[in-house]
């Protein structure tokens, strides 16, 4: 009976280790050191190259070309030139050995249509409105065609304009890119398998591109890996295939992510293998760069291009218990590569480590052509001034929005992280000092920071079009009719505002 006894403790203590072993591996719950976070720099502006002057930038950029590549759902960590230590980007890497790299680079919205309405118009998402979820409605807004772009920019100064796209969230449909010249889409295509290949997007660009013209070009081509779905070639999935992701970590969320039911149904349940074959996926995104670097070098316009490499948002995967992107806050989801080649050789090369966001992609183009742009519509800021050494700091915080039905404001600067979670639900804060991969959150420990940034969103959001007050106040409406410039607080939320310390 004893001896029956022992047996079954035995087999039960083998089940149990046999368990533990299967859900430590296929669930990927090791925890290892983290490599590379969005990090505090120990210079603002990092170069390698002489200091150049605005006229000197300015000359390098005359009769230029402009090509803006973007790699959908590219999460800066991931990427080589950003310290990842696998081989996700060689084409990336190389090029950013010749470019610019701005390390602090983030989004104003984790998700397609509205950060790339944000990197046309320069405008935050409150204030485009342009396919911003908002809780409780399915109605998503469109681009308003009056507004000033980037491209429109563009084409009053003589270019020709070109739209490349494989993701229809970003799209004319969505009024995304409706005044370029060329619009190249997948209208009507979507759901062909073939179009949302990047080979499919390198033939189009070369066939439109092929011969070269006269008139300078802006050309943007968005491609829609490393985003799902997860088909790169078989190839470049065994280069990664059954080994272990060099960096995984899981930490608590303040406020449990809801997740859209057919999202949760994508995810692969093993963490290991989504890492694996999200990376598969970036380096087949990043084969796109090299054929379309290949191409400019063989039409012999390389070298006069202005050549931008970026994302419209990063990738969730697991890490605070958020999978995907337009729902998550943390830096995984927002802190996306911002890399600048300049024409020719004499260009500035080195890094970045100033704040930096996507807004102020269109004002550093145009303040490099020496292109003027409406100060009433364009929100972000040029980076010139950190290039000739005019300035440290552009931005003292970047201020991100998040979707979906429980939606977040980030307010972040080098020091600290604010997550203000929709109609005032939960609110964290990270200390980037000593958390740079915000697992514990210190809102109550550091209330003077916390009130601190509050106070920076409560003033962003009053500059806003439609003011996103009811991230602090739950009784607050928006409306989505205009508020009109100077927006106002009504008397009642103000009152509660003050009481909580937001307003003065
Ligand atoms: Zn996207």
Redesign the pocket.
Known sequence: MMKKTICTAVLLALIVVVLAAVAYWYLGLRSTAPLRPARIPEAPVSLSSPTPSVESLREMMRGANVVICVL??MRADHVGAYGYPRETTPNIDALAEEALIFENHFCQYP??SP?TASLFTSQYPDTHGTGVQRPGTDTLQMLNPSTFTLESGLKTAGYHTLIFTS?P??APALGLGADFDVQVTPRGRARDPNWRRPEQLVKEIEAKLKGGSDTPFFAYAHFLPP?YPYDAPDEMKALLARQDPPEMWQAKAPFKPALHKSEAERAPRSRKKWINLYDANLRWGDWAVGALVKFLKEQGVYDNTLLIITS??GEALREHQYEW?ATCPFDEAIHIPLIVKFPGNGGPVGRVGALTQTIDVAPTILDLFGVPWPEDSVQGKSLVPLLTGEAEEINKYIICRTGGDYPAYVVRDQRSALFLYHRAQARALYDLTTDSLQTTNVAETQPDRAAELAKVFVAFAQRQKYPPLDFVDPEYQPTLAPAGPGATIPAETRRKLRALGYVD
Request: negative net charge; charged residues 15%.
């Open positions: 959908d759902a998700q397609t950060s993701n969230a970003a985003h419209d948002h992107h």
